[in-house]
């Protein structure tokens, strides 16, 4: 498979660098441009995936009826922040 190139950036001459300050030993710019570009990219297709699963998931609830109201959820926390505070004024706090 033939490689293509990426498109250059320009950046500050302060931020060039910077940045050749950090490469490891051996490594060349173009190297640690690469591995940033193919972080990043790892990174927004993770994200993409989290999402498409947490909408699943809440169509999922959704359509089987299972989920529980939000003012149920914030009740019992209520509750529990309550009897949190309660416990702490006893114990002297």
């Known amino acids: 498979m033939k490689t293509a190139t ?5 950046v500050a001459p302060d931020f060039r660098l910077e940045l050749e300050g950090v490469l490891e030993q051996g490594e060349s710019l173009s190297q640690f441009v690469e591995n940033a570009v193919r972080t990043t990219v790892a990174k ?5 995936e989290f999402i498409r699963r947490g909408i699943a998931a809440i169509e999922a609830t959704k359509r089987d009826g299972s989920g ?13 922040l309550v009897a949190a505070r309660q416990a702490k004024t006893q114990r002297g706090g």
């Open 68 to 80: 529980i109201p939000a003012a149920v959820v914030i009740a019992d926390l209520e509750a529990r």
């Open 44 to 48: 927004r297709k993770n994200q993409a």
């Open 6 to 10: 990426l498109p250059p950036i320009r």
